[in-house]
C-alpha cells in the first residue's frame, strides 16, 4: 500500500448506529487530519493530530470523536449521526515541522449516508 | 487572516482550449501556494506547488506562477482533455500545518 488510504469507502448507517472511519498512511508523515466535504459547500477541517496529540478541533459536534493511536493511523468514530452529517469524509497526513509549510496527501475518502 | 478565492465555477470549455482558472490570496508573510485537483468519486490530488515568489509548479501541462506582487496563483493550461475534467482547489499553508482552501472551481471540457 502506498499514501493515504480509507476504509471504508462507502458507508450507509442509521442514525442510531456506531461505526468507525480508519485512515492509515504510508508516508512517513507526522501529522493527520479529518476533513468534511459536503455538496455545494467549502472543505470543512475538523481534527488536527500532530504526533498523535490532538492540535485541533474544529468546534466539531461530540456525535464525531477521532482517535489516533500512532503516526500512522486515525479513526473517526461516528454514533447517532444526524442526515445532515452524510457527506465525504476525507483524511490527509503531512509533514509538520516548526517554521515549514508543506502540502498535505489525500486519502480518496469515505462517502457517509446517514439514513 | 489567510484566505483564499477562486473563480466561480462551473467552467465549460471545448477540447483543446486555453484553460485559466483565477486564484488570488491573503497572507502575510510568504506563504506556500498549491493547487489540488479531485475527480469525481475520488478525494483530492496535489496537482502543483510553488514555495517562493516568482516560482512556477508545473505538472500534466497544467502551470501555475506564484505572483507575490498581484497576490495571485492562477492555473493555466495550454490545451485542455475531456479527462482534466474535475473539481481544481487552490490552497495556500501559511501557519505550518493547516492548509487554507478555496471554494474549488468545476472544469467541464466537452470534446
Known amino acids: 500500500e502506498t499514501g493515504v488510504t480509507q476504509t471504508p469507502r462507502h458507508l450507509v448507517m442509521g442514525m442510531t448506529n456506531k461505526k468507525s472511519l480508519k485512515c492509515e498512511q504510508h508516508?512517513?508523515?507526522?501529522?493527520m487530519y479529518w476533513y468534511k466535504q459536503s455538496a455545494k459547500k467549502p472543505l470543512e477541517l475538523m481534527f488536527v493530530?500532530?504526533?498523535?496529540?490532538?492540535?485541533e478541533n474544529n468546534s466539531v459536534p461530540s456525535r464525531f470523536s477521532p482517535e489516533c493511536p500512532n503516526s500512522s493511523h486515525l479513526f473517526l468514530h461516528l454514533h447517532t449521526l444526524q442526515p445532515e452529517d452524510s457527506a465525504l469524509y476525507l483524511c490527509?497526513?503531512?509533514?509538520?515541522?516548526?517554521?515549514?509549510?508543506?502540502?498535505?496527501?489525500f486519502g480518496p475518502g469515505t462517502r457517509l449516508t446517514v439514513t | 487572516g489567510n484566505s483564499v478565492t477562486q473563480m466561480e465555477g462551473p467552467v465549460t470549455l471545448s477540447e483543446e482550449a486555453f484553460l485559466t482558472i483565477n486564484c488570488t490570496y491573503t497572507a502575510t508573510g510568504y506563504p506556500s501556494l498549491f493547487w489540488y485537483v479531485q475527480y469525481p468519486g475520488e478525494g483530492l490530488q496535489l496537482l502543483l506547488k510553488a514555495t517562493k515568489a516568482d516560482d512556477k509548479g508545473s505538472n500534466k501541462g497544467f502551470e501555475a506562477t506564484y505572483r507575490k506582487e498581484t497576490t495571485s496563483f492562477h492555473l493555466e493550461k495550454g490545451s485542455v482533455q475531456v479527462s482534466d475534467s474535475a473539481v481544481y482547489f487552490c490552497a495556500l499553508n501559511n501557519q505550518g500545518g493547516k492548509l487554507i482552501f478555496g471554494q474549488g472551481t468545476e472544469l467541464s471540457v466537452k470534446p
Open positions: 490527509a497526513s503531512s509533514l509538520q515541522r516548526a517554521g515549514q509549510k508543506y502540502e498535505q496527501y
Open positions: 493530530y500532530n504526533f498523535k496529540e490532538q492540535t
Open positions: 508516508l512517513g508523515h507526522n501529522a
